[in-house]
């Protein structure tokens, strides 16, 4: 399994931006597609993106147009940039990864490696 550390989260008004990091430990980063996922208190664990291994990427439509995945396979990291915050956007962001996908990229029980997440919160 791949280790996963977020960073990044924190504590910013409706309308700012945050950008969140996953730091992957694992010699071959680029074979794995990395997912972001968040989960609100009370909520099931809901996709937000992801980055295929050949750097293809999709979006919640909540988020689209807002928020922006990009990978870095030298420094083993994903990025995720999230612009125009909304309330409606504080939960727990979790990054996770696959080397293989049996399922959709979509659902968290498609992935194998999880992070402990790193908590956001809009204010409003």
């Avoid at 694992?26 to 996922?37: K, L, M, P």
């Avoid at 909540?62 to 995720?80: E, M, P, Q, W, Y």
């Avoid at 409606?88 to 997440?117: I, K, L, M």
Wanted: hydrophobic fraction near 35%; proline fraction near 2%.
């Amino acid at each position: 399994q791949v280790q996963l550390v977020e960073s990044g989260g924190g504590l910013v008004q409706a309308g700012g931006s945050l950008r969140l990091s996953c730091a992957a430990s694992v010699r071959t980063f680029s074979s794995y597609a990395i997912g972001w996922f968040r989960q609100a208190p009370g909520k099931e664990r809901e996709f937000v993106s992801v980055i295929r291994t050949g750097g293809s990427t999709s979006y919640a439509d909540s988020v689209k147009g807002r928020f922006t995945i990009s990978r870095d396979n030298a420094k083993n990291t994903v990025s995720l940039q999230m612009n125009s915050l909304k309330p409606e956007d504080t939960a727990v962001y979790h990054c996770a990864a696959v080397r293989w996908a049996a399922g959709s990229y979509y659902q968290p029980s498609s992935y194998d490696s999880w992070g402990q997440g790193t908590q956001v919160t809009v204010s409003s």
